[in-house]
């Protein structure tokens, strides 16, 4: 009986899964094992995301960024991430933000970073906020730089 009822939950879990989140669940199992296994999940994750799943077009923009299953590669890197970015991750905002910054993979952008910084910082991204008020207060926005180093605090206390 008892395996009767882990066999149906098994059967519900798959069914109730969307598609591709298995192959998903195993790209992200495969990240931290040998590199043997890094091609396959670098292949889940961009077929993911070309479906347009920005949370696999993160994980595809770090592991191009970082050489993870391929030669590494800004630029394509950046595409994968500024995907994610534009789907809503804020970490991927984050990330970008900072590539465009320091003009890895292309000239650099501060206005384009600036504002994919204000963009993850919004979404309550604690190192974007962080970094945005030691902006300011390399400005001389001490006053803004205060309130930003406060609500970054609170997004710390309240990360998920």
Not at 62 to 89: C, F
Not at 124 to 148: F, K, Y
């Amino acid at each position: 009986m008892k395996l009767r009822s882990m066999a149906a939950a098994a059967l519900l879990l798959v069914v109730a899964l969307p598609a591709g989140a298995a192959d998903l669940a195993a790209a992200r199992a495969a990240l931290p094992g040998p590199p043997a296994g890094w091609p396959q999940a670098l292949a889940d994750f961009t077929d993911a995301a070309r479906a347009g799943d920005p949370r696999a077009a993160w994980s595809a923009g770090l592991m191009v960024r970082n050489g993870k299953g391929t030669e590494p590669d800004s630029i394509a890197a950046a595409a994968w991430l500024e995907q994610a970015a534009r789907g809503g991750v804020p970490e991927a905002m984050f990330v970008l933000a900072n590539i465009r910054i320091a003009g890895e993979g292309g000239p650099a952008d501060a206005v384009a970073g600036r504002a994919w910084l204000e963009r993850a910082a919004a979404l309550g991204h604690a190192a974007a906020l962080q970094q945005l008020a030691q902006m300011a207060r390399d400005e001389g926005a001490s006053g803004r730089a205060n309130a930003l180093l406060k609500e970054a605090a609170h997004a710390l206390k309240h990360a998920r």
